[in-house]
């Protein structure tokens, strides 16, 4: 029972640590997904998106629908009987406005191409920074992998160092070098369990780095794939620089996003001006009222009612008051009917003075134009130096790359030579140590050249519309 518990946590220990191993294309998914920048930038272009459809709202007409309902207490005059009483009377009241510009200097429409402006500014913006996130994952990868390659060239050495302790330790035995010649191979011995040490904590840094890039916090076990990942030379150098400039020119988003602001820069310099234009617009409002006191009702029936007496005979002057009754309210809906009301017509703005407001901002509006254009102008000049000098760089790190394989064949001979003379005791350890240490360096030079120009060639690669992916 005990080997069968001891098999299945293998097992699962097995299981969890392959799923830990990571792929270039795992890191770069989810860099895009966590990465705050991102999910920032995304934000926004759905702010963009709200932006838009209240650009298309204002096409629309004003409508509004308000109501109240009152209560008057106290001491008031009885609308009944016309006396005052301390009563109470309630009020209702409703109403329907609208309204619609019918000219407004096409506001709208300019408003309108200015959100829709700011979305594909926004997309381009969110691309933008998902290729550089990409490439910044990449680069991170390959530093790990080249930490890696440094560590297992460390190790390597490290076994060659103990078994040339060992063979000293014969040698000396035997009488063929003096036992001081052995205290330099095992000083060497040092020298490389510390070179060990050096590139296990840079392998251990480089993960962390690209953990907390892909904001993962289990960083302790976080590990990519340990793939040999081979060198193809791409024929990306077999471009000229123009020609990557050309295509970068005409497809890079960093060129798109200026772009797109210059031509917000100059919808917002059409959308500052409509501002000065008469503004037309229609307006209509319904409403009524609704009271809920008793009122009087005249009855049909005369009443004679003495007004006055005729001076010399003393005669009553009768007058004629037609008889009144108290009656409820009429209906809600006899109310809301007999009280309605329409107001209609149309209403004409002309901007004369605002304190040069408007105009302020035309002409701010004019310097940002100027200064969008600019600034497209210093990108593709920028654009066009970093491409010449990713182009440089690439091909200046071919050449590297193939110094260095030449360099590690001469002294890896060397290096044998060494120890072929140095087990004939024609050759003492500290000549010996130095072939030894220029072989490393060139093995070291090989494998920083090698990963310096993968990187090289992604740069020049990522200009010219290829993906990020070590294949």
């Not at 006396?83 to 510009?101: A, H, P």
């Not at 390959?142 to 060659?160: A, C, G, P, R, T």
């Not at 130096?385 to 110094?403: C, F, R, V």
């Amino acid at each position: 029972m005990r080997k069968i518990i001891l098999i299945i946590i293998l097992l699962f220990s097995i299981k969890s640590q392959s799923q830990d191993l990571w792929t270039l294309e795992e890191c770069v998914n989810r860099a895009l997904n966590e990465n705050i920048s991102i999910k920032q930038s995304e934000l926004d272009y759905l702010d963009s998106e709200i932006s838009r459809k209240t650009a298309i709202g204002n096409f629309l007409p004003n409508l509004n629908i308000g109501s109240s309902h009152s209560w008057n207490v106290g001491l008031n005059q009885n609308i009944t009987t016309g006396l005052l009483e301390n009563v109470t009377t309630q009020f209702s009241s409703m109403n329907l406005s609208m309204n619609i510009d019918i000219l407004n200097g096409l506001k709208n429409i300019k408003q309108l191409h200015l959100a829709n402006l700011s979305i594909l500014a926004n997309q381009y913006q969110l691309a933008d920074m998902k290729e550089n996130i990409s490439l910044l994952v990449a680069n991170s990868f390959l530093q790990i992998l080249f930490n890696k390659e440094i560590l297992k060239v460390q190790k390597l050495q490290l076994e060659i160092s103990k078994s040339e302790v060992e063979r000293a330790n014969e040698l000396v035995k035997n009488g063929v070098i003096p036992r001081g010649d052995l205290f330099e191979f095992e000083a060497n011995l040092t020298s490389v369990e510390k070179s060990v040490i050096d590139a296990e904590n840079s392998l251990k840094l480089a993960k962390i780095s690209l953990a907390q890039l892909l904001l993962i916090e289990d960083y302790e076990t976080f590990d990519i794939v340990d793939n040999e990942y081979q060198l193809n030379i791409s024929n990306i150098l077999d471009k000229s620089p123009k020609e990557i400039f050309a295509y970068a020119v005409e497809n890079k988003t960093e060129i798109k996003i200026a772009e797109t602001n210059l031509e917000i820069a100059k919808k917002s310099l059409e959308f500052n001006k409509s501002f000065l234009q008469p503004r037309l617009s229609a307006f209509y409002s319904f409403s009524t009222r609704i009271a809920y006191s008793d009122r009087l009702m005249r009855t049909g029936e005369l009443n004679y009612v003495p007004i006055g007496i005729v001076e010399n005979t003393n005669q009553r002057v009768l007058a004629p008051v037609q008889g009144t009754k108290i009656i409820p309210p009429k209906s809600f809906a006899d109310q809301f009917d007999i009280n309605k009301g329409q107001n209609y017509g149309l209403s004409l703005s002309i901007p004369v003075l605002n304190g040069f407001s408007t105009r302020s901002n035309v002409n701010r509006s004019k310097v940002n134009v100027k200064r969008s254009e600019n600034l497209l102008f210093q990108r593709k000049l920028d654009l066009e130096n970093t491409i010449n000098q990713a182009y440089s760089d690439a091909y200046g790190s071919l050449k590297a790359y193939e110094a260095s394989k030449k360099s590690l064949d001469s002294r890896k001979l060397s290096f044998e030579y060494a120890k072929e003379k140095l087990n004939i005791g024609i050759l003492n350890p500290y000549e010996y140590s130095q072939a030894k240490q220029r072989f490393e360096s060139a093995q070291s030079d090989l494998i920083r050249s090698k990963f310096d120009l993968i990187f090289k060639l992604k740069v020049l690669e990522f200009y010219f519309g290829v993906p990020v992916n070590l294949d």
